[in-house]
Protein backbone atom coordinates (compact mmCIF):
# COMPACT_ATOMS: atom_id res chain seq x y z
CA UNK A 1 0.00 0.00 0.00
CA UNK A 2 1.40 3.36 -1.18
CA UNK A 3 1.77 6.28 1.92
CA UNK A 4 -0.20 9.16 1.59
CA UNK A 5 1.78 12.28 1.74
CA UNK A 6 1.24 14.49 4.87
CA UNK A 7 -0.70 17.75 3.85
CA UNK A 8 0.84 20.59 5.63
CA UNK A 9 -1.16 23.56 6.57
CA UNK A 10 0.64 26.56 8.20
CA UNK A 11 -2.51 29.23 10.02
CA UNK A 12 0.39 31.09 10.07
CA UNK A 13 1.32 32.20 6.44
CA UNK A 14 -0.90 35.36 6.08
CA UNK A 15 1.01 36.94 9.08
CA UNK A 16 4.05 35.49 7.09
CA UNK A 17 2.86 37.77 4.24
CA UNK A 18 3.43 34.74 1.77
CA UNK A 19 0.04 34.15 1.19
CA UNK A 20 -0.24 34.13 -2.73
CA UNK A 21 -3.28 32.04 -4.79
CA UNK A 22 -1.28 28.70 -4.70
CA UNK A 23 -1.61 28.88 -0.90
CA UNK A 24 -4.62 29.50 -0.37
CA UNK A 25 -6.08 27.08 -3.14
CA UNK A 26 -3.99 24.46 -1.17
CA UNK A 27 -5.66 25.62 2.26
CA UNK A 28 -8.85 25.39 0.36
CA UNK A 29 -9.05 22.07 -0.51
CA UNK A 30 -7.54 20.51 2.22
CA UNK A 31 -10.34 21.82 4.54
CA UNK A 32 -12.88 20.66 1.19
CA UNK A 33 -11.28 17.15 1.86
CA UNK A 34 -11.92 17.50 5.41
CA UNK A 35 -15.32 18.30 5.00
CA UNK A 36 -16.11 15.64 2.50
CA UNK A 37 -15.53 12.97 4.09
CA UNK A 38 -13.50 12.21 6.79
CA UNK A 39 -15.29 12.92 9.78
CA UNK A 40 -14.02 16.37 10.97
CA UNK A 41 -12.92 15.54 13.77
CA UNK A 42 -9.22 16.88 13.31
CA UNK A 43 -7.87 15.10 16.45
CA UNK A 44 -8.89 11.85 14.81
CA UNK A 45 -7.87 12.01 11.39
CA UNK A 46 -7.08 9.24 8.96
CA UNK A 47 -5.15 11.02 6.81
CA UNK A 48 -1.68 12.46 7.25
CA UNK A 49 -1.68 16.04 7.79
CA UNK A 50 0.29 18.49 9.67
CA UNK A 51 -1.84 21.72 11.01
CA UNK A 52 0.98 24.32 12.67
CA UNK A 53 0.29 28.07 14.36
CA UNK A 54 0.03 29.59 17.03
CA UNK A 55 -2.38 27.78 20.03
CA UNK A 56 -5.21 30.44 18.92
CA UNK A 57 -4.80 29.95 15.39
CA UNK A 58 -5.02 26.17 15.56
CA UNK A 59 -8.05 26.35 17.85
CA UNK A 60 -10.23 28.66 15.90
CA UNK A 61 -9.38 26.33 12.91
CA UNK A 62 -10.44 23.35 14.70
CA UNK A 63 -13.71 25.24 16.15
CA UNK A 64 -14.63 26.66 12.45
CA UNK A 65 -13.88 23.11 10.69
CA UNK A 66 -15.68 21.10 13.29
CA UNK A 67 -18.82 24.17 13.22
CA UNK A 68 -19.09 23.82 9.42
CA UNK A 69 -19.67 19.88 9.62
CA UNK A 70 -22.79 20.74 12.18
CA UNK A 71 -24.00 23.14 9.39
CA UNK A 72 -23.61 20.86 6.91
CA UNK A 73 -25.23 17.72 9.03
CA UNK A 74 -28.09 19.75 10.13
CA UNK A 75 -28.84 21.21 6.64
CA UNK A 76 -28.83 17.56 5.42
CA UNK A 77 -30.87 16.23 8.28
CA UNK A 78 -33.60 18.72 8.86
CA UNK A 79 -33.20 21.08 5.82
CA UNK A 80 -31.45 24.32 5.65
CA UNK A 81 -34.11 26.87 6.78
CA UNK A 82 -34.25 24.70 10.24
CA UNK A 83 -34.04 26.16 13.43
CA UNK A 84 -31.26 23.68 14.49
CA UNK A 85 -29.61 24.36 11.04
CA UNK A 86 -30.13 28.13 11.33
CA UNK A 87 -28.92 28.11 14.56
CA UNK A 88 -26.07 25.47 13.67
CA UNK A 89 -25.42 28.36 10.85
CA UNK A 90 -25.31 31.02 13.61
CA UNK A 91 -22.41 29.57 15.63
CA UNK A 92 -20.46 28.89 12.04
CA UNK A 93 -20.69 32.54 11.61
CA UNK A 94 -19.31 33.28 14.80
CA UNK A 95 -16.67 30.16 14.21
CA UNK A 96 -15.28 31.61 10.84
CA UNK A 97 -14.88 35.65 12.05
CA UNK A 98 -12.57 34.42 15.03
CA UNK A 99 -10.72 32.04 12.63
CA UNK A 100 -10.36 35.36 9.97
CA UNK A 101 -9.89 37.53 12.50
CA UNK A 102 -7.11 35.35 14.39
CA UNK A 103 -5.08 33.74 11.47
CA UNK A 104 -6.03 36.73 8.30
CA UNK A 105 -7.24 33.72 6.12
CA UNK A 106 -10.50 33.84 4.70
CA UNK A 107 -12.74 30.86 5.49
CA UNK A 108 -12.78 29.34 2.15
CA UNK A 109 -16.41 26.92 2.77
CA UNK A 110 -19.33 29.69 2.28
Known sequence: MEKLPIIEIDLSFAKKKVLNENLYNLFTGAVGLFLKGIGVNI?????????TGTKKEIGAFKTALNNSKKYIEASKLHGKDSEEATSS?????????EFEEVTKIKWPVE
Open 43 to 51: DKLSIPVRI
Open 89 to 97: KKELLTAVS
